[in-house]
Each structure stands twice: as C-alpha cells, then as structure tokens.
Antibody, heavy 118, light 106 residues
Framework: EVQLVQSGAEVKKPGDSLKISCKTSGYSFTTNWIGWVRQTPGKGLEWMGI????????KYGPSFEGHVTISADKFIKAAYLQWNSLKASDTALYFC???????????WGEGTLVTVSS | DIQMTQSPSALSASVGDRVIITCRAS??????LAWHQQKTGRAPKLLIYQASTLETGVPSRFSGSGSGTEFTLTISSLQPDDVATYYCQHYSSYPWTFGQGTKVEI
C-alpha cells in the first residue's frame, strides 16, 4: 500500500527557514516522481513542483522557482519542501503528491499546514 | 501556462439528481486530464484520470468525458457522500494546473 506521511503543522515568523517532509512507503521511491501542491483560500490548488529521486531531476512551477527548494533523500525515502526565508504569503496547506504511471496525481499526502505570522 | 476553467463554481442539487461539472482548458491537452474530489478538512482524492478512466474503488456513478479543451465530470445519481469540492487538473505539460473547483452541496 502506497503511503505518503507528512510532517506536522508549523507556526513560523517572517524570515524564518523551514523544511517540511513527506515520508513514503509501499512503492519504489527512486523510480517514481514525487512533488508538492499548495492550497490557499484565495488561489486554490497550485502545483509547486516535482522531483525524480533517482537522478534528482526537478521541475518547478513558475510561481515557485527561486522561492522554494524541492529535494529528496532516497535512503530515507522522503521528499522535502524547503524555504530559506518565509513570508506571510507562504501561509498555506501543503500537500505532497505522487503521480501515477501516466503522470496524473495518483496519491496525496494528508497535508501540512504552515502558518507564517509575526 | 495552461489555464483550467471550471463551471459552475458551486451547485446545490438533490439526492438522486444528475450533476454535470464542466472544465475547459485554454489550449488542447488531448486526454491528459484528471478529476479530484476534496471533502472538507481532507486531502484531495483521485476520481478519474485520462479524462474518462475511473480510478479503482471509485463508485460507478462517477464518469468523465471529453478531449482537447472541453471536459465533463458527471455524477449520475448524487449521494450524500458526494458533498465535496471537485477539481479538474491537466498533466499535459509542466506546470500542471488545476481548475478553481466546484463545490457540490445537497
């Protein structure tokens, strides 16, 4: 059974750094893409980017490139989403997701709520 | 980026009604379209991929159709468990994008 287990909710201040995780099990981690989707009340669901853990090939959505870093650890079988300097506008619910064989989003994590407030 | 536009934004229907949600892509995406269901406080869940293929375990009252730029999700007989927001999502090219969602109420 494929499982995507995300790290818990975070409350941070503007300017803080943060790394959230998505630990996987039940499938071959290195031969499947894995990525992140942001959800906010104002903009809905937004595709942030995706990584292929086998060779670390990474694709970013244009709104997110340069603002976040997507990474993966193939030994722990986990994907990560990282910010170096959070803004209030990063307040959102973040889902990890794993595409299926034809690249549709087949599996979703349960979500990690990130709140950025002074 | 390919823009996905859903209609309506919200609808209210009765149990047993046929419900149709439309999704339009700003450029042709062949059949590279998925539908996801999100219940309040939960993660989205895949219902349909490749425009019309039902994900394993999804009730047969859900169906999808379309290709190119026009797609529909149909619930043939609305059930109380179907109260949720439904999103279309293309995966034709990067970046993948979502429709704004259709909230279905009873």
């Amino acid at each position: 059974e494929v499982q995507l287990v995300q790290s818990g909710a975070e409350v941070k201040k503007p300017g803080d750094s943060l790394k959230i995780s998505c630990k996987t099990s039940g499938y071959s981690f290195t031969t499947n893409w894995i990525g992140w989707v942001r959800q906010t009340p104002g903009k809905g669901l937004e595709w942030m980017g995706i990584i292929y853990p086998g060779d670390s090939d990474t694709k970013y959505g244009p709104s997110f490139e340069g603002h976040v870093t997507i990474s993966a650890d193939k030994f722990i079988k986990a994907a990560y989403l990282q910010w170096n300097s959070l803004k209030a506008s990063d307040t959102a619910l973040y889902f990890c997701m794993r595409p299926g064989p034809s690249q549709y989003i087949e599996y979703w994590g349960e979500g990690t709520l990130v709140t950025v407030s002074s | 980026d390919i823009q996905m536009t859903q209609s309506p934004s919200a609808l209210s229907a009765s149990v047993g009604d046929r419900v149709i949600i439309t999704c339009r892509a700003s450029q042709p995406i062949r059949k590279w379209l998925a539908w996801h269901q999100q219940k309040t406080g939960r993660a989205p869940k895949l219902l349909i991929y490749q425009a019309s293929t039902l994900e394993t375990g999804v009730p047969s009252r859900f169906s999808g159709s379309g290709s190119g730029t026009e797609f529909t999700l149909t619930i043939s007989s609305l059930q109380p468990d179907d109260v949720a927001t439904y999103y279309c999502q293309h995966y034709s090219s990067y970046p993948w994008t979502f429709g704004q969602g259709t909230k279905v109420e009873i």
